[in-house]
């Protein structure tokens, strides 16, 4: 399927591993063309905003996000993440609990995003292939690093 046949159709329906997966997403209500944005000009920086807006507040976000990087889908915003956010998110197995830990600090930006919008742990690691163990010491890492960073400023 080419990247001109893809900008004709939501996300979702490129996605139809599950058809009662799909029927939620909230992209079959959005123009799709919002979520195939071109280049990296402002404007298609500001459309691509505005489709991780509408997939942060999918249903099926989740679902979608973990097919993309399974298939390696290459084309558009999917499950809230452009496709040069997947490509640094590619779902291969890391070897060992320090690839692991590596993979989530690589991701800390999208982990952060991903709290904030209520996804749970077990998603999280799901998403980045990574024992759930390794992202809870990754999250209480986070958190530290930012209790020390607002003590610092503080005292400053
Ligand atoms: S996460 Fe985004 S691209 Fe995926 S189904 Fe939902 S709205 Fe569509």
């Not at 159709?9 to 799909?22: E, N, Q, Y």
């Not at 992209?27 to 920086?45: I, M, N, R, W, Y």
């Not at 779902?91 to 904030?116: F, L, N, S, Y």
């Amino acid at each position: 399927m080419t990247t001109e046949t893809r900008r004709a159709i939501t996300p979702a329906a490129t996605t139809p591993k599950d058809p009662r997966w799909s029927q939620q997403a909230n992209c079959h209500h959005t123009d799709p063309e919002l979520f195939f944005p071109v280049g990296v000009s402002k404007a298609a920086q500001k459309q691509a905003a505005q489709a991780k807006a509408v997939c942060m507040a999918c249903p099926v976000r989740v679902a979608c996000l973990e097919w993309a990087l399974d298939t390696g889908e290459q084309f558009g915003v999917l499950g809230g993440l452009t496709q040069d956010e997947r490509w640094g998110l590619r779902k291969v197995t890391p070897r060992g609990p320090g690839q692991a830990m590596d993979r989530c600090i690589e991701a800390r930006e999208h982990i952060a995003e991903w709290r904030k919008a209520g996804m749970s742990q077990a998603d999280m690691a799901s998403v980045l292939n990574v024992d759930r163990s390794v992202l809870r010491a990754a999250v209480q890492r986070f958190d530290r690093d930012e209790r020390r960073q607002q003590d610092l400023e503080a005292a400053a």
